[in-house]
């Protein structure tokens, strides 16, 4: 059994333990709040967006086609990996590893795979393989449409001009703090839903159907972006909540134990003295 001074130590380096896990679960869940608000509240919108250029576009000729829904032999790959910047986060950032390289050597194994990082725990993971073309984590340091939106037109570029042939998102979608949801998501070509002939459109464009669609095609498609990264902030904070609950909980069972034990040996080491104690009194008497 461990000497008592060691046991005290033990005690005091997991309750600060424990001090550090409690104020960053408190952090947390005070950002949480925030960005499961800016989620809940987008979701909706980019939804619908989404929805509506879908079927507007699936309503266009062939040769009329957005250059955004060219559908090509697919050769060049590009993966989108969006993760967080920091770690402490239970299985947060490994399930996106995880399902990258899932999709690298299962679905993508025969095409050319890069990748775009957006967080610096993906870029650890990938940059390695020299495949990374970009890293975006400073975009947690300002999260703005406007600082996604950049990055949006930069993948929106680079598949209209042929250096890939589909851009996948991979990324955790925010569903309560305790659940995140590992999405793989096409973010182009964008893909048109079936058109149901039982269903009427009476829309009147104005100027054309075309021309609306062409400039609101990189509209949404910032807006899916920034929806992806979103989803991404806010269970990342519910994740880290939910891990650092964990953690104080078993610091907490942790320390109850060190105590108990502590008493134990304490307790041994007194009645250990008593019975020195009495036998060298009756020694003297004897």
Do not use: C
Request: charged share 25%.
């Amino acid at each position: 059994m461990a000497n008592l001074k060691e046991i005290r130590n033990r005690i005091s380096s997991v309750s600060s333990t424990m001090q550090i896990t409690s104020a960053m679960k408190m952090v947390s869940a005070a950002k949480l709040k925030k960005a499961q608000d800016a989620i809940t509240a987008m979701r909706p919108y980019a939804d619908k967006l989404t929805e509506l250029l879908q079927s507007l576009s699936a309503t266009l000729d062939a040769d009329s086609g957005s250059k955004f829904s060219e559908q090509r032999e697919v050769n060049k790959v590009l993966i989108v990996a969006i993760t967080s910047n920091r770690g402490l986060a239970g299985a947060f950032n490994s399930n996106i590893i995880k399902e990258v390289n899932k999709l690298t050597s299962g679905k993508y194994a025969n095409q050319e795979v890069s990748y775009v990082t957006i967080g610096k725990k993906a870029n650890d993971a990938f940059k390695k393989t020299n495949k990374v073309l970009a890293n975006n984590s400073e975009v947690f340091d300002d999260l703005t449409f406007d600082n996604v939106a950049d990055i949006a037109q930069m993948l929106m570029d680079k598949f209209v001009a042929g250096d890939f042939d589909k851009i996948e998102l991979v990324y955790n979608k925010f569903k309560n703090a305790a659940t995140q949801v590992v999405m793989t998501e096409q973010f182009l070509p964008i893909v048109p839903v079936e058109s149901d002939s039982n269903v009427n459109l009476d829309y009147i464009f104005e100027p054309s159907k075309l021309e609306i669609v062409e400039q609101l095609i990189p509209k949404s498609l910032k807006t899916q972006l920034f929806k992806a990264i979103r989803d991404s902030f806010a269970s990342e904070h519910g994740a880290r909540m939910t891990a650092m609950h964990k953690a104080t909980d078993n610091a907490t069972e942790l320390r109850d134990q060190l105590k108990l034990t502590y008493n134990k040996a304490r307790q041994a080491a007194i009645t250990n003295e008593i019975l020195e104690i009495v036998g060298g009194a009756e020694a003297l008497n004897n």
